[in-house]
């Protein structure tokens, strides 16, 4: 009923800049916090990045000042545009979002995307 899809990853030399996007789609009441989590092969992952609705963001202390999220509530979309991209930066990125939907408006369920691919050449 609903889905996450994340888009805007590819290969980028170091110093460059992607923008991630993650459209939200189906039976929405209402999406509550949004964020960008990473992983790599072994390790665990990690929240990148995490915005709530008024637009008060929160940022892992490797990505920030380069990193930036941001949402439009009414397209129910969430961005992460990643700018002097490192190496350390390659990962599958996810997207997560708290959503309510239409016929359960009381609670925010927890939706994942199924990740996009960024890789950052030295």
């Known amino acids: 009923q609903v889905q996450l899809v994340e888009s805007g990853g590819g290969l980028v030399q170091a110093g460059g800049s992607l923008r991630l996007s993650c459209a939200a789609s189906?039976?929405?009441?209402?999406?509550?916090?949004m964020g960008w989590y990473r992983q790599v092969p072994g390790k665990q992952r990690e929240l990148v990045a995490t915005?709530?609705?008024?637009?008060?963001?929160n940022y892992v202390d490797s990505v920030q000042g380069r990193f930036t999220i941001s949402r439009d509530n009414a397209k129910n979309t969430v961005y992460l545009q990643m700018n002097s991209l490192k190496p350390e930066d390659t990962a599958v990125y996810y997207c997560?979002?708290?959503?309510?939907?239409?016929?359960?408006?009381?609670?925010?369920?927890?939706?994942w995307g199924q990740g996009t691919h960024v890789t950052v050449s030295s």
């Open positions: 997560n979002a708290g959503i309510r939907i239409t016929g359960m408006p009381l609670i925010a369920n927890d939706y």
């Open positions: 189906g039976s929405i009441f209402r999406t509550d916090d």
């Open positions: 915005i709530t609705r008024s637009g008060d963001t």
